[in-house]
């Protein structure tokens, strides 16, 4: 039974607090939150036992799940790895590219585990064609939500749209090789809405807008690879596949279309099933068990600072051209 400690619980912490309890093979021992109110809620709902400092709830466990704002990772994370603790921490990994620098560090030496909580990577849409081949040379992605204070200490690139970055950190094979970016800062002191186009070296291209200003919300991603078109909807949950038709694409609407030259193609059409998962609850789970089977994470530290890196990345850019402009 792995013995896990809860750092933060506001309102996604609520969220965690609730899966760890559903899942079998960890216990959650305690939890740590400098707020009064909402420790004296939890107590009192959940009858968890609260500890009153870090080090306390450290002694006690075999793994730390930080929920905590951004710029609390750094310290936590370390405290945690100092004493041999495995590690799930929220997304974005840490509050700087240093501190991010930093864990990455500490948990080679320690020789433990960190998972990075970026949940998009088990949304059902995205499980549902994780296995296929994929090599997207076109990515376009609409990352848009409606305004809410919670959050915003950091910019709308490290709230919402580091989502997307990871995932197409993990689809592209190709390093970045340029970026160019805008963005406005409208109802906080950080950008809340932004463009950016990712240049990789392989030639691929990734377009993406991300807002948290929208009147409605959106969180589409459009792939385009040699022969194949993929569409993810994070929000709705669901994946459509354009394709040309393969022999062993039986379960797929399919048509003829003709071409230039006088002859035929068959396109296909594949809405994969998606299956309903809780996508925080899956990841938690996926910790515990890289954790019992000596296994990699799903999302390692070092995802998380490249996510991380380039999200930066575009922030310099921003900032640059809100200076030029």
């Known amino acids: 039974m792995l013995k896990v400690g809860l750092f933060g619980v506001g309102h996604l912490g609520k969220f965690h607090l609730n899966n760890w309890k559903e899942i079998e093979q960890a216990e959650l021992v305690g939890f740590y939150d400098p707020n009064d109110l909402n420790a004296a809620e939890i107590v009192e709902k959940y009858g968890l036992k609260r500890f009153t400092d870090v080090t306390s709830l450290m002694d006690e466990i075999d793994a730390a799940d930080i929920v905590a704002p951004t710029n609390h990772h750094f310290n936590l994370c370390e405290a945690a790895i100092r004493k041999g603790k495995h590690v799930f921490v929220e997304k974005p990994l840490a509050n700087t590219i240093e501190e991010g620098k930093q864990i990455v560090k500490m948990a080679k030496e320690a020789g433990i585990k960190i998972q990075v909580g970026h949940v998009e990577r088990f949304n059902p849409a995205y499980l ?32 919402l749209m580091i989502h997307d970055i990871d995932i197409i950190l993990s689809l592209v094979k190709g390093d970045v090789r340029n ?3 805008s963005g406005v800062a409208v109802m906080t002191e950080t950008p809340d809405i932004a463009n950016v186009r990712i240049e990789f070296d392989n030639g691929a291209v990734a377009n993406l ?35 040309l038709k393969q022999p062993g694409d039986t379960n797929a609407f399919s048509f003829d ?18 299956k309903p998962v809780n996508a925080i609850k899956e990841e ?42």
Not at 130 to 159: C, W, Y
Not at 291 to 318: F, R
């Open 128 to 159: 549902a064609i994780k296995d296929l081949h994929m090599n997207p040379m076109f990515i376009e992605v609409h990352r848009l939500a409606q305004f809410n204070p919670r959050g915003t200490e950091v910019s709308v690139i490290l709230d």
């Open 257 to 274: 279309l003709e071409t230039p030259g006088g002859g035929t193609k068959t396109i296909a059409v594949i809405n994969p099933e998606t």
């Open 209 to 243: 807008t991300s807002s948290r200003i929208s009147m409605k919300r959106m969180r589409k991603m459009r792939l385009f690879q040699k022969d194949a078109y993929i569409g993810i909807d994070f929000l709705e949950k669901k994946t459509e596949i354009i394709k």
């Open 179 to 181: 970026i160019y970016a």
């Open 284 to 325: 938690l789970r996926s910790f515990v068990y890289a954790i019992q089977n000596n296994k990699p994470t799903a999302v390692t530290e070092i995802d998380g600072y490249l996510a991380m890196e380039v999200a930066h990345k575009i922030l310099e850019k921003i900032n640059a051209n809100a200076i030029t402009a």
